[in-house]
Every structure is written in C-alpha cells, then in structure tokens.
C-alpha cells in the first residue's frame, strides 16, 4: 500500500479529478539506445549522469532546472526582445511582474541563480560569519563558503529522517536558529538562508506559520531574512492545502503574502518561472540595491540586462504569471505525486511526503549493502540508466563533498537519488515508464556493487567526478 499520506486529487475523491491545463503543439522526438550502447555510454561518462550526453538519454529526469516547457505566448514574447545595451523594455515587463507578485522593490537581473547567489554573498557576508538556513543547497552553500561565512543547518530534525511525514520537513527549528543566534552573536550572522521548499530534503515545504515566527526570532535580534525563491510557487501549493487558513487563498497570494515576511529573494528562474535560462535578486533595502547594481556590472552585465538577452527576460516575465496560476501548479505537483504513488504501491524507498518538483529514492535503503563511501546513490543513478536510458542526478555524498577544514566526506544522513520532473513536459505514460524501471533495479538490488571515484574535482565534485565499477 502507498505510504503517502498526501494522495492525489484523484485517489481522494475515487476519480482522477486533474489534468494538465495546456495541450501539446510541438514535439521533440526522443529514441531509447540499445543496452550495449549505454553501457558504453555509461563508461565513457565515468558512471556520471552529468557526464552523458543528452542524445543518449531516453526520459530526462537529471533536473527540473532549465528543461521546461515555455508556452506559446513565451514563445511569442521572444520575439519581442528588445536588445539594446540599456534599458531594454524587456527588463522593465521583468521588474514590474517581480513587484506584483513577490512585491519587492528593487530587481537586479542575473544570468541565473549562482550569479545571483554570488552577489548577494558578496555583498552580506564577511569572513567568520555564520549563515543559518534551513538545510544547505550545493551552489548556495559553496558562494557562502567562498564568502568566508559558514553554512549552518537550522532545519527541523524530521527533515534529515527520509521516512517522517510532517508536513512541512523544510521548516526552520526556531532552538536551533536561537541557540546560534546566542552563540555566534547577532553581528556575526549576516541574514537567515531560508529555501522556499528544500531541494535537498526532498523538496519539502516551509509553512508558513513557520515563516511568522522566524520572522519575529529575527526581529528580536536585528537580523534579515533573505529567501531562495527557486520552487517557490510548489511551496505556495503545499501551504494551500496544508495549512487550514491558506486553504482558501490562492497561489498568488499565497507567494506574495510569504515574501512578505522576507528582506529580499534569490531565483533561479531556471526552475518555477518555466524558462531555459535566467535568474534575478530582489531586494527592499535602498542601501543595499546600490550595491549590488554596483557589482552586477562587474560579474554579470549591465544592471537593466544581467546576462540575459531581452528576449530571456520577457519569456521570464511572462512564465511568472503562468507559474502562479493554480491550476498549473496543481497539475505539476500532482505529476510529481503520481510517479511516487506508484513507486510506493511496490514498497520502494521513496522520500515522504512527496515534495514538489521530484522524487527523491532511498539510495541508503534500498542498498543497504552498499557502504556509503562506495556511493550507493550514485550507483542507483547509473543503473537505472543502464537498464531504461533514464537520467536521474545523485544527491548525497558526492553531493555534500568534503568539509573544507578537515578534508573529509561530509557523510549526509540522506543517500538518494532524484527523479526530477521537468514542468510541462514528460505524459503520464513517461511516468509509468520510470515506475517500472526503478522497479526492475529494485528487484535486482541485492546483485549492484558499489563504486570507486578515480577523478574527484575540488569544488561541486559532483558535476564531473568520475568513478569505476567496484567488482
Ligand atoms: N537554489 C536552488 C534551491 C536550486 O535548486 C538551484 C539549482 C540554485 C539555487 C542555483 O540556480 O542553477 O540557476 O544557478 N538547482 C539545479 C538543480 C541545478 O538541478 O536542482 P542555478
């Protein structure tokens, strides 16, 4: 039986009750290789997802970041781009749908979430800081690090325990947070690092009641609260239907009444705003909107572009307002949920509950033979490849890289393996594809060795480490 505690709409009301809001216009053909040829495929790329290339995948799972599917009227908006230098009219339909719907003040473009990671670590933190947040995420952990500040895990317990349902695994533990506040000292922690759904628990949400009181912790000590806004939106959705006085609100307001709680926001458009590429940082502080339209000119491009093309930011302004619409979001976390409904009617380890944008396999279980210093997810990754020609991306120990003071693995509680979906672009009939799969590894699991890493790079290990077949 599903041990999903969040059913889709259909199995709570004994029909399927959604459906996607759009139809298919335009199709990409995709081929499945033959078994000899992905094994090449597999060496050649060093047993590394990130290293294959795309043509030799069939389904397309490594990431939701950058693969989805823009609609006719952002395809439209493309060709509306004005790219001048300065001031392109695109950059303005950009600010104006960032001030209605997250309701900041001031937008600094950038060509994606790191960069704007980069500026807004650049700009807060100084050496010897500590920077709360509510589990880390690589990129975002690793500007804060060369920042000279250090990452702090502030989240709830249950978010480390893969098979707890709470419901809102991405919340902050207020003690926890206190506890440092006291401990480092106010000066010294420059903002809270708070993700809107946590990527690498699962992509689990943060309530909003949680937010409220975080908020006034914060206020007690002086200290700002600035917001990964990547998957916002899913969070949004969670707080609608999990949270009683939210039930009633919609996306839009949801997201904006959230952000009103924070001092600004990062976003990889990439991900909630249905583009291939973008990102942006929005801020309310005047002070610090001056400094940071100082350094987007040194890293990124011109304050009114940031990297991006005109045509770029118009297709981003216009995936905003699509993203909050509800019916869109229903439909992509439901997708997400039916993939992990299935999954766990066989008994497969998946995270619970199923979060917003993949499902997240129990490498750590369903391997249990594999010692984690043999890489038991990056294993599942390559062999669920292997059998079906599905992309998946490890997130565990290769993941979590060494601990830069002692040089060792950082040994993360959670060993998994995600499913990403991309929005808008993958049928039901894909999904029961990916169910069987992982279902045939499953079976077979007691056969799969571990790995060994022969190539380790020094920084995001895990974009091109290389490693071997133990046998
Ligand atoms: N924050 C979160 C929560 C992310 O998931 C990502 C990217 C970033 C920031 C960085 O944004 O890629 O535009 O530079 N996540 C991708 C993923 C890569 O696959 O989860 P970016």
């Known amino acids: 039986m599903s041990q999903s505690r969040y059913k889709t709409m259909g199995q709570q009301f004994g029909r399927r009750s959604w459906a996607e809001p759009w139809k298919i216009k335009m199709v990409e053909p995709i081929s499945m290789t033959s078994p000899k040829e992905r094994q090449k495929a597999l060496i050649d790329a060093g047993y590394n997802t990130f290293l294959l290339r795309s043509e ?3 389904i397309d799972l490594l990431t939701d970041s950058g693969t989805s599917a823009m609609s006719d009227r952002q395809w439209a908006g493309m060709m509306l781009g004005d790219e001048a230098y300065a001031g392109s009219r695109n950059f303005y339909h950009l600010e104006e749908a960032v001030k209605t719907y997250y309701g900041y003040k001031y937008l600094v473009p950038t060509h994606q979430g790191r960069g704007a990671e980069h500026l807004i670590s650049q700009a807060l933190i100084k050496k010897g800081d500590y920077i709360p947040g509510n589990m880390y995420f690589t990129t975002t952990r690793l500007h804060q690090e060369i920042a000279g500040g250090t990452f702090i895990d502030v989240i709830i317990d249950e978010a480390h325990d893969p098979d707890d349902t709470h419901p809102f695994k991405g919340n902050i533990d207020p003690e926890k947070l206190e506890t440092l506040i006291k401990k480092a000292g106010k000066e010294n922690i420059p903002y809270v690092s708070l993700a809107g759904t946590v990527n690498m628990a699962g992509g689990q949400p943060v309530s909003m009641a949680n937010l409220k009181a975080t908020r006034k912790l914060c206020n007690r000590y002086g200290i700002p609260i600035y917001l990964d806004a990547t998957r916002m939106v899913e969070n949004a959705f ?8 939210y039930s009633g609100k919609s996306i839009a307001e949801i997201l904006k009444e959230f952000c009103s709680y924070t001092d600004g926001a990062w976003m990889s458009a990439k991900k909630d705003h249905l583009v291939n590429i973008g990102g942006w940082l929005a801020v309310n ?3 610090l909107f001056d400094k940071l339209r100082n350094m987007v000119v040194i890293y990124e491009g011109l304050h009114t ?7 770029d930011m118009e297709a981003i302004a216009i995936g905003i307002s699509e993203a909050v619409q509800d019916d869109h979001v229903r439909s992509r976390v439901n997708q997400v949920r039916y993939l992990g409904d299935l999954l766990s009617e066989w008994d497969i380890p998946i ?7 993949a499902i997240f396999l129990n490498a750590r279980s369903i391997y249990d033979h594999i010692p984690q210093d043999q890489f038991p997810a990056q294993r599942l990754a390559a062999e669920l490849y292997l059998d079906s020609g599905i992309r998946a991306m490890e997130r565990g120990i290769v993941s979590a ?3 830069p003071e002692t040089g060792d693995h950082r040994y993360p509680k959670l060993e998994l393996v995600r499913l990403t979906i991309p929005r808008r672009v993958y049928t039901q009939a894909h999904m029961d ?3 069987e799969a992982v279902k045939a590894i499953f079976d077979n699991r007691k056969q799969t060795k ?5 190539y380790e790079p020094s920084v995001l290990r895990f974009f091109q480490a290389r490693f071997e077949s133990i046998t």
């Open 56 to 58: 030799d995948v069939y």
């Open 238 to 245: 969670f707080i609608q239907e999990r949270e009683a006085e």
């Open 285 to 287: 502080d005047n002070e």
């Open 305 to 311: 572009y940031g990297g991006m093309a005109g045509r």
């Open 351 to 357: 995270v619970q509950p199923v979060g917003g944008h």
């Open 401 to 403: 890289g060494r601990d």
């Open 433 to 435: 594809v990916v169910a």
């Open 450 to 454: 571990g790995l060994k890493m022969v």
